[in-house]
């Protein structure tokens, strides 16, 4: 089960009870949607997106089980009855960029809060095989839905300039060799097209040599991703929609891993005349949360109040 990051952070911003309305735009494993239903019974509603299509089918396998369900945060654990959450649950597989018409669609308001929390869940990493981690063996995919979307990391790296890789490295990545990693890429793949994971290792390896870090891994690794499910565009996208559509007084908090995105969320903030900003700084999680939860490291959460 994906462990929360900031959950009980994000419950206090949020205030659930009885009759509030949520929207979990990223809901994942559901660690945070299934906490926030469990504190509106009886009539809170939540509404659930993703665009994975594993995370969506697997909730509703929970919304249908008969046995009670352990929600670990660090050290607490809450229990929820699925009989309880079962009609007060929407989930959708959709892209969040398109919040307002799935609202419209479902008929779902007035919105109370809305819930980002961007990026990757464990089970993507673990179990999905679309190459999203340079610590596993697999093809180099990462859409987060390939039914709907056509771009790969494969295709990528093996028909992007030189120049455009560069730039994606440098501004997804913050990847400081990114000129030789490209330069590296483009001469290999002219002997061998660049389909799997340690492919990509090992060409990253052979560029920085003596300069290597595993945290270039990671920050290329990040980049495609990014770039292959145009990440950046589509949270300006779901942050201005999210607006429009929030009652008054209505929260929406965002949880980024990365400085590109938080670099969004927080100008989104700041130039958004009727939003009012609760968090000056981001909240971050603490040592011992850090320690229990390896994700939660880059965390960044914050918050703003519709006006
Ligand atoms: C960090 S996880 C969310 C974890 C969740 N909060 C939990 O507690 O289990 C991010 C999720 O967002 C989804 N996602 C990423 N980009 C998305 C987008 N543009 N629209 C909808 N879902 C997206 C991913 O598929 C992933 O399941």
Known sequence: MHVPVLLNQVLNYFEPSSGKNYIDATIGGGGHALSILSLTEPNGKL???????EAIANLAKIKNQKSILRLRSGLMVSKVEPSKIKNRLILVCDNFSNIKEIVKKNNFSPVHGILLDLGLS?????????GFTF?????????????????????????????ELTEIFKEYGGERFSHRIANMIVKERKQEKIIMTDQLVKIIKKSLGRYF?????????????????????????????SLDILAPQGRIIVLSYHSGEDRIVKNFFK??????????????????????NSRARSAKLRVGEKM
Not at 47 to 53: F, R, Y
Not at 122 to 130: H, P, Y
Request: net charge negative.
């Open 271 to 292: 130039q958004t005349e009727n939003l009012k900003i609760l968090t000056k700084k981001p909240i971050i999680p603490d040592e011992q949360e850090i320690k229990e």
């Open 47 to 53: 509404l659930g997106i993703d665009l994975s299509e």
């Open 122 to 130: 464990t089970d993507l990493i673990e179990n999905s095989k679309m």
């Open 135 to 163: 610590m596993k063996q697999e093809i180099l995919d990462m859409r987060f839905n390939p039914k709907t979307q056509d771009l790969t990391a494969t295709m990528i790296l093996n028909q992007y300039s030189k120049e």
């Open 213 to 241: 870090h595993v945290k270039s891994l990671a920050r290329v690794f990040q980049a495609l991703r990014i770039e292959v499910n145009n990440e950046l565009e589509v949270l300006k996208k779901g942050l201005k929609n």
